[in-house]
């Protein structure tokens, strides 16, 4: 918990500093339909700026991934600014609140194309985004997502690009892992309401049953914030399954999920995705940590990945802001890295021409989720971490929390 409102306060020290400097923050996306940026707009650059735009989930349930994709976000435009720019020009950040919501997301979007911006980075989730990738093809305004992992997110021959892998894939990778380690009996749980958890179900079922695992139960809930898991692991218990693949964000995962789970008699391997990083901030104090244990998740870069481009990135975001940086900064980066990479490839930040430098899928990008090119739909090819929870007693308490990777997985080895 002490992470967890560090993070908290670093967020809004970052907030009061752009202001001051007079950036945008869109703090109240629905009524901020056109506030002045810091560069007066135009991501084509005005004068000697370039603003990116991002929109993101600054407040509401998602606001950890929000504030974490700023802080990646501005650090990474701050070291590109002290090393010259692009093209000789400083670049400017503007973002918006979408407070996870699909039409808080598209009043930012409209906020920002208002002010010129026609480069922009969000949002985070499938359901936010998925809201805006019309409006971007019609406005001509390149969009790149550093998370929302839906398939149908990006299409042949549009605006639309991301850093993160689909579900497909994800959904891929952990079929792989269940079949590496001999399971073959397995439930799901997943909001049915939900295109990131309910995709990535899906993807994972379809993907077992190719590898001939067994999907023997499958649960639901309503809402994304589902506070009570016990009934949906108590029916995995009566199916005596080996693996429960279920698919929640950190503030599910963290303070109910996995204890409810325990709680419920089953003992089982808990297997989630990406939502999960975070998770361990929001346990709460008190409950038996060692109910984390044999829980693992897939996700978009190890933290703890010996090469030379994490351990910079690590080392310079704990410098800034005291933490481990979350997938979601190192995501939000890569956005900006394949952003750089493209404007300076076509020697412009005119949005129709960058969007043609990011359709080369023969360009390779060495990013901290990865060294990767995109496929014909502006989607990475890559792989993923397996990252498990684990509970050390002889520390104990919260600080006895920690993860530690299990195994990485290639795309190859999903084919």
Same mark, same amino acid.
């Not at 089982?268 to 008190?286: P, Q, R």
């Given at each position: 918990m002490k992470k967890k409102l560090l993070a908290l306060l670093l967020a809004l020290c970052m907030v009061f500093a752009l202001a001051a400097c007079g950036t945008s923050s869109g703090d109240d996306a629905a009524d901020d339909t056109g506030s002045d940026a810091s560069s007066g707009g135009d991501s084509a650059g005005s004068g000697d700026t370039i603003t990116i735009g991002m929109i993101a989930p600054m407040t509401g349930t998602n606001a950890a991934y929000g504030n974490s994709m700023l802080e990646g976000l501005q650090m990474t435009i701050d070291e590109i600014n002290e090393a010259g720019g692009i093209l000789g020009m400083q670049v400017e950040l503007d973002y918006r609140d979408d407070q996870g919501d699909a039409t808080q997301a598209q009043n930012a979007f409209n906020a920002l194309i208002a002010e010129g911006v026609t480069l922009i980075i969000g949002s985070a989730t499938s359901g936010a985004t998925s809201a805006l990738t019309n409006l971007a093809n019609e406005e001509g305004v390149v969009l790149i997502t550093p998370s929302a992992t839906a398939d149908d997110i990006t299409t042949e021959d549009d605006y639309v690009f991301r850093a993160c892998f689909k579900d497909t894939l994800q959904g891929g990778i952990a079929a792989a892992y269940v079949d590496q380690q001999g399971i073959t009996r397995v439930g799901t749980i997943a909001c049915s309401a939900d295109t990131y958890s309910q995709g990535l179900v899906d993807a994972f079922a379809l993907a077992c049953e190719e590898r001939g695992i067994e999907v023997v139960e499958q649960q639901s809930t309503a809402t994304m914030n589902a506070q009570d898991f016990t009934n949906q692991f108590t029916a995995m218990v009566n199916a005596d399954v080996e693996l429960v693949y279920a698919v929640y964000y950190y503030d599910a995962v963290g303070p109910f999920l996995v204890t409810q789970a325990?709680?419920? +008699?089953? &003992? +089982?391997?808990?297997? +989630?995705? &990406?939502?999960? *990083?975070?998770?361990? *901030?929001?346990?709460?104090?008190?409950? *038996?940590?060692s109910a984390f244990n044999n829980v693992v998740y897939t996700n978009h870069y190890d933290a703890t990945d010996s090469s030379e481009v994490v351990q910079n990135y690590v080392t310079s975001y704990d410098e800034l802001y005291g933490t481990t940086p979350l997938c979601f900064a190192a995501l939000a980066s890569d956005c900006m890295m394949m952003l750089q990479t493209a404007m300076e490839t076509a020697g412009t930040a005119e949005a129709s021409a960058v969007r043609d430098a990011l359709a080369d899928t023969s360009v390779t990008y060495e990013g901290v989720t990865g060294t990767f090119t995109l496929d014909e739909t502006g989607t990475p090819v890559k792989g993923a971490a397996v990252i498990s929870f684990v509970y050390d007693e002889s520390v104990g308490g919260l600080d006895g929390l920690g993860t530690e990777l299990v195994t990485t997985i290639s795309a190859d080895e999903i084919a």
């Open positions: 325990r709680a419920a +008699g089953y &003992d +089982g391997i808990i297997m +989630g995705a &990406d939502g999960y *990083d975070g998770a361990l *901030d929001y346990v709460s104090e008190g409950v *038996d940590y």
